[in-house]
Every structure is written in structure tokens, then in C-alpha cells.
């Protein structure tokens, strides 16, 4: 496998980290996907911080705003002071040396984006997590990173709390609320100083770990480099999005998730343009919120844009420039009815966890009826048939995607999976036309994705055969207009316990009290018996098939 040569992918003279964990559990070189940086705003220098890239010198620009949320407008300069006072809170008071693991919870707020960035700034590693996640899936994401601290908002301490077992004593002890009524890190940052000298991290220390559900339902940590946070902001929003100082960014996905902490916040930053970060946003609370902030440029997954699409008439969105989906498939319908109610064309893009953001989109002029779009210029993709070798036009197989970021799972055994002689296998089946445009086929694995949510069938199966009346159970994605698919569970009961829909409704409750509450199944079908091979593996292809 080539390895790139120029100064951006050498590895570093040393690391700045003195907790070598991260480093320690990087699956083997020879495992990596190839890594390229054929582009020159990619070289970056040996020694990078990229918190002190994105904001230390747009802070020394007089009044330009960073963020807008619900109660707060921070300039960047004020956004720094936050930063910088958290980084001392974290390398000061609570004692942090450098390579340590972060968790991260919050909603998409200013507090929220001040801790990641001051976080990876004091050269520790940021781990967030989605404000919906569960005791349960939060002790498995706690457990595989081994963190050593906690930042949490006031608002979600009940299932960090609920954790089992729980966390170790020297994280409690390093366990910060932020929010509400205690405030305890607002209290401390109070008496920090207010500027922090950027941690001298090299730039290929790991800075983000991001979970990903697998197929399993066991949580994959993907690791990212400060140049990857870096990369991701200039490949896609430099040359499809074009984005501009005068932008101001919106949208929905958490910052947890790749796809929002890039779209709302990284991407903004690189330019100096500015974030708009709202809670709980609805699709109509988002159009006014667009109207409201004179936002220009939005993030969010076609499930969002088909109900806005709907209610677009009712609100002044002559502001708005550009309107980024991913997450999930955009159908052609939702994309054409986006276009006749704001005379916007969607971009359209595909990205991973793994690969951190958008690695395949088409904008303007250059988007296809049909299509995804071409590799964003940083990246290259191709379709991988059977044999594992590229494949020429109008043939399905596997998406295939090399560039500047790639994945490196944390102590995972299934990095063999992920990467073939230097390539991303994506898991999504795609077909390339002649003009070198790719097409969504389907998804290669059990992944159910709904509305823009990544759902592993196994892990709510694993949560459905905990509730005592169930015996057996096959989860599947089901395909839904509204939202891409939904989780259909297919049951079998124990024979004491008859069906009904109240029990369907006690199950699904069950489900949301033990995992994210968006993962649970919209449809339950009670059968007596799931279709098995000899050997007993479950036939989900014949729950797929079957009539809903």
C-alpha cells in the first residue's frame, strides 16, 4: 500500500501526549487506510493544535460573532475567553494531563461547543456523546475510551448517574456539571485566567474519539487526529459549499455526531462565519429559527427537509444559500419539493464517523438527478465488486473511499473490515455512472438508518429479549416515506403471553427506557416462529421480504 510522503502525513517528531492510551490502542499501521494529501491546503506542519488553528486568530477580529444560541451571543473573542477558561479548569483544578479522555454531554448550545473545543485545546482528547443516549450505552462508550473525566449539563446528569457499574472514583471525582443550578464549571472557570496558551500537540495526536454503532450494536471508536479536524474543513465546505466570513451556519444533527459538529461549528470556525446552536428543534421551529438568525446556510437530514418543505411558504427564508443533507439517503422527490418551495438545490453529500464528514456531494450546477454527487477534490472513491478490485460504470458493489482523514478504530478488531488494500469500505452499496457520478444503491450491512440516525438492529434486539414476555426477536429497517426506514421488530412471544397492541406499546416503551429513545421500533410484528437456517442463524433477508 502507498503511504503518502509530504510533511502533513509524516508522523510527528513527538507526541505532546503523556497518556499514551490513545496512541497505545491505534489498530497497527499496516491496518490504516492509505492516507492522501494531494491538495495544498492539506499540508499541514508536524506540530498542529487545531483549536488554536480555528479560533485564536478570528478572536483577534474585533467583534465578529461565533455563536448565537437561545440566551447567549458570543463573539469570538468571547467564545475564546470560555474556551480558555475551561482549559484551565481541566489542566488546573481537576488535573489533567495531556492525552487524557474527556466525555462530553450536552445539547447543541454555546456551553456545549466551549467544552469541545477547550477540551481538545488543553490537549486532551474529547470523547462527546448524544444527549439521547442511555445509562447502558454510555457505560460501554465510558468503559472502551477508559475516560478519565466528565463534562456534563445539568440537564442530562440522570442516565451518567444511572450508569452500571459506576463510574470509577477518580472520574466522579473529575465529574463537572455545567447549566443549570449547581453551574459548578461556570463557578471554577470564574477564577481561572482568561487566555490559555494552546497545548503543543503533534499533528497527528489523537484529539476526538466519536462512536459509531456497528452492526453488532457494540460501539465503535473512531480516532481523529487534529490534522483531521483541519482536513474535513478543507476539502467539503472549501469546494462544494464554498463557505464565506458573512455565513451563518444552522441545523439539527448534535454536535456528538460528526455530521454536526463539522456543519455547526468546525466548518463556521475555519471561515469566521458564524454558528446559530438551538436545542430541541422541530422542522417548523427550525424554519423560524433560519428566518429569525438570517441563517445562509443549513444542516440537516432529508426527514427535516420533506415536513419544512411543507410549512417553507410561511417564513422569510430569502437568507438561506445553501441547504446540506446527509445522514441518510435524500430521495428524488424530497429534493425536488425542497427546490420548488425555496428555489434551493440541495447538496447533497454522504459522509462517515469513520471518515469524520462529507467525503462524497455535488452542488449547483453540478448535481445529478439521482445522484450523490463526485468525490469532494481531497478525496478519491471508487466501487469494489466482488473480487475486491474497482469495477467500471453501471456496476453495484461496495463504496470505496481513500483521502486525508480514514478510519482508525480504538482496540477494534472489525478495523480489518473497514479497510481493504488502502480503502474505506463504507458499508453503503453505490453504482458510478460514466461521467464518474455516484448513485446510493442500498446499505451493504444490517445498518438501519432513519432519519438521519444510524440504528443497529442487534442492539434493539438485545434490548427488546430483556423484557420477560418476549422469547425471540428479528429487528430490521423497514422503508418509511417520512423517515428513509423505521426499526420494524418482528417478536416472538413466550407461549404464557398473548399479543396485542398494548403489549406492542409496552415494548416499545420498554425499548426507550433502556437505549436512545429514537431507536426504538416505530412497527412491532408478533410472529410464532422467526425463519432460521439449519445451523439457527436468523434469516433477516426473509423479514425484509415479507409483506409489511
Given at each position: 500500500?502507498?503511504?503518502?510522503?509530504?510533511?502533513?502525513?509524516?508522523?510527528?517528531?513527538?507526541?505532546?501526549?503523556?497518556?499514551?492510551?490513545?496512541?497505545?490502542?491505534?489498530?497497527?499501521?499496516?491496518?490504516?487506510?492509505?492516507?492522501?494529501?494531494?491538495?495544498?491546503?492539506?499540508?499541514?506542519?508536524?506540530?498542529?493544535?487545531?483549536?488554536?488553528?480555528?479560533?485564536?486568530?478570528?478572536?483577534?477580529?474585533?467583534?465578529?460573532?461565533?455563536?448565537?444560541?437561545?440566551?447567549?451571543?458570543?463573539?469570538?473573542?468571547?467564545?475564546?475567553?470560555?474556551?480558555?477558561?475551561?482549559?484551565?479548569?481541566?489542566?488546573?483544578?481537576?488535573?489533567?494531563?495531556?492525552?487524557?479522555?474527556?466525555?462530553?454531554?450536552?445539547?447543541?448550545?454555546?456551553?456545549?461547543?466551549?467544552?469541545?473545543?477547550?477540551?481538545?485545546?488543553?490537549?486532551?482528547?474529547?470523547?462527546?456523546?448524544?444527549?439521547?443516549?442511555?445509562?447502558?450505552?454510555?457505560?460501554?462508550?465510558?468503559?472502551?475510551?477508559?475516560?478519565?473525566?466528565?463534562?456534563?449539563?445539568?440537564?442530562?446528569?440522570?442516565?451518567?448517574?444511572?450508569?452500571?457499574?459506576?463510574?470509577?472514583?477518580?472520574?466522579?471525582?473529575?465529574?463537572?456539571?455545567?447549566?443549570?443550578?449547581?453551574?459548578?464549571?461556570?463557578?471554577?472557570?470564574?477564577?481561572?485566567?482568561?487566555?490559555?496558551?494552546?497545548?503543543?500537540?503533534?499533528?497527528?495526536?489523537?484529539?476526538?474519539?466519536?462512536?459509531?454503532?456497528?452492526?453488532?450494536?457494540?460501539?465503535?471508536?473512531?480516532?481523529?487526529?487534529?490534522?483531521?479536524?483541519?482536513?474535513?474543513?478543507?476539502?467539503?465546505?472549501?469546494?462544494?459549499?464554498?463557505?464565506r466570513p458573512s455565513d451563518v451556519f444552522?441545523?439539527?444533527?448534535?454536535?456528538?455526531?460528526?455530521?454536526?459538529?463539522?456543519?455547526?461549528?468546525?466548518?463556521?470556525?475555519?471561515?469566521?462565519?458564524?454558528a446559530v446552536l438551538l436545542e430541541k428543534?422541530?422542522?417548523?421551529?427550525?424554519?423560524?429559527?433560519?428566518?429569525?438568525?438570517?441563517?445562509?446556510?443549513?444542516?440537516?437530514?432529508?426527514?427535516?427537509?420533506?415536513?419544512?418543505?411543507?410549512?417553507?411558504?410561511?417564513?422569510?427564508?430569502?437568507?438561506?444559500?445553501?441547504?446540506?443533507?446527509?445522514?441518510?439517503?435524500?430521495?428524488?422527490?424530497?429534493?425536488?419539493?425542497?427546490?420548488?418551495?425555496?428555489?434551493?438545490?440541495?447538496?447533497?453529500?454522504?459522509?462517515?464517523?469513520?471518515?469524520?464528514?462529507?467525503?462524497?456531494?455535488?452542488?449547483?450546477?453540478?448535481?445529478?438527478?439521482?445522484?450523490?454527487?463526485?468525490?469532494?477534490?481531497?478525496?478519491?472513491?471508487?466501487?469494489?465488486?466482488?473480487?475486491?478490485?474497482?469495477?467500471?460504470?453501471?456496476?453495484?458493489?461496495?463504496?470505496?473511499?481513500?483521502?486525508?482523514?480514514?478510519?482508525?478504530?480504538?482496540?477494534?478488531?472489525?478495523?480489518?473490515?473497514?479497510?481493504?488494500?488502502?480503502?474505506?469500505?463504507?458499508?453503503?452499496?453505490?453504482?458510478?455512472?460514466?461521467?464518474?457520478?455516484?448513485?446510493?444503491?442500498?446499505?451493504?450491512?444490517?445498518?438501519?438508518?432513519?432519519?438521519?440516525?444510524?440504528?443497529?438492529?442487534?442492539?434493539?434486539?438485545?434490548?427488546?429479549?430483556?423484557?420477560?414476555?418476549?422469547?425471540?426477536?428479528?429487528?430490521?429497517?423497514?422503508?418509511?416515506?417520512?423517515?428513509?426506514?423505521?426499526?420494524?421488530?418482528?417478536?416472538?412471544?413466550?407461549?404464557?403471553?398473548?399479543p396485542s397492541p398494548q403489549l406492542a406499546?409496552?415494548?416499545?416503551?420498554?425499548?426507550?427506557?433502556?437505549?436512545?429513545?429514537?431507536?426504538?421500533?416505530?412497527?412491532?410484528?408478533?410472529?410464532?416462529?422467526?425463519?432460521?437456517?439449519?445451523?439457527?442463524?436468523?434469516?433477516?433477508?426473509?423479514?425484509?421480504?415479507?409483506?409489511?
Amino acid at each position: 500500500m502507498t503511504r503518502p510522503t509530504d510533511s502533513s502525513a509524516s508522523i510527528a517528531p513527538a507526541s505532546a501526549h503523556t497518556d499514551h492510551f490513545a496512541r497505545d490502542h491505534l489498530p497497527p499501521p499496516e491496518l490504516w487506510p492509505e492516507l492522501r494529501f494531494d491538495l495544498p491546503e492539506l499540508q499541514y506542519p508536524p506540530r498542529l493544535n487545531c483549536v488554536a488553528e480555528l479560533l485564536d486568530g478570528a478572536a483577534d477580529v474585533d467583534g465578529r460573532t461565533a455563536i448565537l444560541g437561545e440566551h447567549a451571543s458570543w463573539s469570538y473573542a468571547a467564545l475564546r475567553e470560555r474556551v480558555d477558561r475551561i482549559a484551565h479548569v481541566l489542566r488546573g483544578p481537576m488535573g489533567l494531563e495531556a492525552g487524557n479522555r474527556v466525555l462530553l454531554r450536552g445539547a447543541n448550545n454555546p456551553m456545549m461547543a466551549a467544552c469541545i473545543l477547550a477540551v481538545i485545546k488543553a490537549g486532551c482528547i474529547a470523547v462527546p456523546t448524544m444527549p439521547l443516549l442511555r445509562a447502558r450505552e454510555l457505560s460501554a462508550i465510558a468503559g472502551k475510551s477508559q475516560i478519565n473525566a466528565v463534562l456534563c449539563a445539568e440537564s442530562l446528569r440522570a442516565e451518567l448517574e444511572a450508569v452500571d457499574p459506576p463510574l470509577p472514583p477518580a472520574v466522579r471525582a473529575n465529574t463537572l456539571w455545567f447549566g443549570g443550578e449547581s453551574c459548578q464549571l461556570e463557578a471554577m472557570m470564574a477564577a481561572q485566567p482568561a487566555r490559555f496558551e494552546a497545548v503543543d500537540t503533534a499533528a497527528d495526536d489523537v484529539c476526538l474519539i466519536s462512536f459509531t454503532s456497528g452492526t453488532t450494536g457494540i460501539p465503535k471508536g473512531t480516532m481523529h487526529f487534529h490534522r483531521d479536524v483541519l482536513a474535513i474543513c478543507d476539502c467539503f465546505p472549501r469546494s462544494v459549499l464554498r463557505s464565506r466570513p458573512s455565513d451563518v451556519f444552522i441545523g439539527t444533527p448534535p454536535l456528538a455526531f460528526t455530521f454536526g459538529l463539522g456543519g455547526l461549528l468546525l466548518f463556521p470556525l475555519r471561515v469566521g462565519a458564524a454558528a446559530v446552536l438551538l436545542e430541541k428543534l422541530t422542522p417548523e421551529t427550525l424554519l423560524k429559527a433560519i428566518e429569525k438568525y438570517r441563517a445562509t446556510v443549513c444542516f440537516t437530514a432529508p426527514t427535516f427537509y420533506r415536513q419544512m418543505a411543507q410549512m417553507a411558504g410561511d417564513c422569510d427564508l430569502a437568507s438561506l444559500l445553501a441547504s446540506v443533507s446527509a445522514g441518510e439517503a435524500l430521495p428524488p422527490a424530497t429534493r425536488e419539493a425542497w427546490r420548488r418551495a425555496t428555489g434551493l438545490e440541495m447538496i447533497d453529500g454522504i459522509g462517515a464517523t469513520e471518515l469524520l464528514h462529507i467525503f462524497i456531494s455535488a452542488a449547483g450546477d453540478q448535481v445529478r438527478a439521482g445522484a450523490t454527487g463526485k468525490p469532494v477534490p481531497g478525496y478519491q472513491a471508487c466501487i469494489l465488486g466482488q473480487d475486491g478490485k474497482p469495477v467500471g460504470p453501471g456496476v453495484i458493489g461496495r463504496l470505496a473511499v481513500k483521502g486525508p482523514t480514514g478510519c482508525r478504530y480504538l482496540a477494534d478488531a472489525r478495523q480489518r473490515d473497514y479497510v481493504l488494500d488502502g480503502w474505506n469500505l463504507t458499508g453503503d452499496a453505490y453504482e458510478m455512472d460514466a461521467d464518474g457520478y455516484f448513485y446510493y444503491r442500498s446499505r451493504t450491512d444490517d445498518m438501519i438508518i432513519s432519519a438521519g440516525y444510524n440504528i443497529a438492529g442487534p442492539e434493539v434486539e438485545d434490548a427488546l429479549l430483556r423484557h420477560p414476555a418476549v422469547a425471540e426477536c428479528g429487528v430490521i429497517g423497514r422503508a418509511d416515506e417520512e423517515r428513509g426506514q423505521i426499526v420494524e421488530a418482528h417478536v416472538v412471544l413466550k407461549p404464557e403471553v398473548a399479543p396485542s397492541p398494548q403489549l406492542a406499546a409496552q415494548l416499545q416503551d420498554f425499548v426507550k427506557q433502556q437505549i436512545a429513545p429514537y431507536k426504538y421500533p416505530r412497527s412491532i410484528r408478533f410472529l410464532k416462529a422467526l425463519p432460521r437456517t439449519e445451523t439457527g442463524k436468523l434469516q433477516r433477508f426473509k423479514l425484509r421480504t415479507e409483506n409489511p
